[in-house]
């Protein structure tokens, strides 16, 4: 190679050197680590570097800060296969985990040209636009920002969509059934509108999957974009070489 | 639905107009906003209003701003497709931008018992570590952090890792083939280090893609944790019902 290597700072090798104990599970979720003082001391290393490196823990969705308790190993994060369709509702359950939801927007708006053309229909067509906070075991933990057509869903914001997907409705009331979806997933910063519906610091890394839906005509039936608390979730992918 | 719909706040609705006009293609690329003052005058609304609209099309690597010149329409992000194997310099370069490589560490230590499980080795194997800063048309863009086993690639460390793909070297001098590859995507804070060395400020969303690559004998050949700017990159996918 043709630098030679340095040496990682020291925070990083601390970093590392915990993130490796928590993922091969020596800490297991929940446990408390040791107070700061005390850790520090056992790891031979100042507060200031063992900070740094919890920091970095806490960024990564390892270790949770608990006001005026201290720092804990988090849960897992929650796994979302990405190689097939997965419903967030089915998804979650098949987790163990308990799903609800909370509509927080819901209006109506024409299509602007970049929604029409995401949705293949005319600028101007008239939209239905929700927000919706899920929750998890009654923890926020995403939050929905979907476009459905009105035209497509008549009388679509009479529905109950609190304890009951939004995929579900489509399929009971209009024969929907969603068949294919093209998503795209990034990394974005929480705005100060959705740190405070996830409950979280103004700022922290989220996912973004953004996703059109189409149906069995084959027919964009929603765009949504979907904000997964970055300390909370993963999706997964297999990929081979053909 | 059971919930009234709210207004949104005001900040929201303004950048998701302005989101919209650059998603569109009406505010190209490299555009220059106008001035706040002019710009809040024109939309009807106070700067502080404006100006927390502009921090999220920045934190959506959507606006770029420049010191001291103003904001600007950032370039659309770089898209990754995750359907198939697609190796960083490959990938960029089919898209037309020239990727650079600068090693940043590189070193020898034994699996910890995570590393181990996830390269099926037993614990304490020697590894190669290295760290790689990928750069496009010269800007940093990602960082690849990656482990080997030492026992598969003797004299790895004395290879040219600069100009070409470490793919690449494996095929050459160890006639190993990636075939698959099992990845999973994060959204995770960018580390002081990892800032430092991406030229952003810490705590920036990035993409955390972590895979385990398997060769053409199905032997878990690489672990690697390859961090990519979240204002530069958008990850694709497309998925069915079966």
């Given at each position: 190679?043709?630098?030679?290597?340095?040496?990682?700072p020291?925070?990083?090798?601390?970093?590392?050197?915990?993130?490796?104990?928590?993922?091969s599970?020596?800490l297991?979720?929940?446990?408390?680590l040791p107070?700061?003082?005390q850790?520090?001391?056992?790891?031979?290393v100042?507060?200031?570097t063992?900070?740094?490196a919890?920091?970095?823990l806490?960024?990564?969705g390892l270790v949770?800060?608990?006001q005026?308790?201290g720092?804990?190993?988090a849960?897992?994060?929650?796994?979302?296969t990405?190689?097939?369709?997965?419903?967030?509702?089915a998804?979650?359950?098949k987790?163990?985990?308990?799903?609800?939801?909370?509509v927080v927007l819901?209006?109506q708006r024409?299509?602007?040209?970049s929604l029409?053309a995401?949705?293949?229909?005319?600028?101007?067509s008239e939209?239905?636009?929700?927000?919706?906070?899920?929750?998890l075991?009654?923890q926020?933990?995403m939050?929905?920002?979907?476009?459905?057509?009105?035209?497509?869903?008549?009388g679509?914001e009479?529905?109950e969509?609190?304890d009951?997907?939004?995929?579900?409705q489509?399929?009971?009331?209009y024969?929907?059934?969603?068949?294919?979806?093209?998503q795209s997933?990034?990394?974005?910063?929480a705005?100060?509108?959705?740190?405070?519906?996830?409950?979280?610091?103004?700022?922290?890394?989220?996912l973004l999957e953004?996703r059109?839906?189409?149906d069995?005509d084959?027919?964009?039936?929603e765009?949504?974009k979907?904000l997964?608390?970055g300390?909370?979730?993963?999706?997964?992918?297999?990929?081979?070489?053909?």
């Open positions: 190679m043709n630098r030679s290597s340095e040496a990682l020291l925070y990083i090798q601390i970093a590392e050197g915990l993130s490796e104990q928590i993922e599970g020596e297991a979720p929940g446990t408390r107070a700061e003082r850790l520090s001391a056992s790891l031979g100042t507060r200031m063992l900070r740094q919890l920091q970095i806490t960024a990564e949770e800060r608990r005026g308790s720092n804990y190993i849960q897992a994060k929650i796994e979302r990405t190689s097939r369709l997965n419903p967030f509702t998804g979650m359950e987790n163990g985990l308990n799903p609800g939801a909370e819901s209006e024409p299509a602007t040209s029409a995401r949705l293949r229909l005319p600028v101007s939209l239905y636009y929700c927000h919706r906070l899920r929750l075991n009654h926020p933990s939050l929905e920002k979907f476009y459905l057509p009105t035209a497509f869903f008549p679509f009479q529905l969509l609190t009951t997907s939004v995929y579900a489509l399929e009971a009331h024969d929907v059934r969603i068949q294919r979806a093209e997933i990034e990394a974005v910063a705005s100060a509108y959705e740190a405070g519906l996830l409950q979280i610091p103004t700022g922290t890394p989220l953004r059109v839906s189409f069995q084959d027919r964009a039936v765009y949504a979907d997964y608390r300390d909370r979730f993963r999706f997964l992918l297999s990929t081979s070489s053909d």
